[in-house]
């Protein structure tokens, strides 16, 4: 069973930074990309940054000369650092991974995971 466990978040000023994780646990997987995903009361859920395991990173124009997206592979962890925040980044963050995962009663497939989702506020 694999999960990802989201932390960072929360309350910042306009003009400020957080710093959201997202561990992947579990076991016989391989990750292939992870993103952040964030979705907006009333809105869609929508891509703000992916990182593949060979490091092509891409990036939402809302994001770009932000947010920062970058990995630690020991760890099975992605990070998002967000500065220069506005109150329109107000959103849930989702973290996403894509994997392979094997079994030894079939061959490996690819599949994709969702966090639980992590609530950024920005407010004055």
């Known amino acids: 069973q694999v999960q990802l466990v989201e932390s960072g978040g929360g309350l910042a000023q306009p003009g400020g930074s957080l710093r959201l994780s997202c561990a992947a646990s579990?076991?016989?997987?391989?990750?292939?990309?992870m993103g952040w995903y964030r979705q907006a009361p009333g809105k869609q859920r929508d891509m703000v940054a992916t990182?593949?395991?060979?490091?092509?990173?891409n990036y939402a124009e809302s994001a770009k000369g932000r947010f920062t997206i970058s990995r630690d592979n020991a760890k099975n962890t992605v990070y998002l650092q967000m500065n220069s925040l506005k109150p329109d980044d107000t959103a849930v963050y989702y973290c996403?991974?894509?994997?392979?995962?094997?079994?030894?009663?079939?061959?490996?497939?690819?599949?994709?995971?969702w966090g639980q989702g992590a609530q950024v506020t920005v407010s004055s």
């Open positions: 996403k991974a894509w994997l392979t995962v094997r079994s030894t009663t079939r061959s490996p497939w690819t599949s994709d995971f």
């Open positions: 579990g076991s016989n997987f391989s990750i292939n990309a």
């Open positions: 990182i593949t395991s060979a490091g092509t990173i």
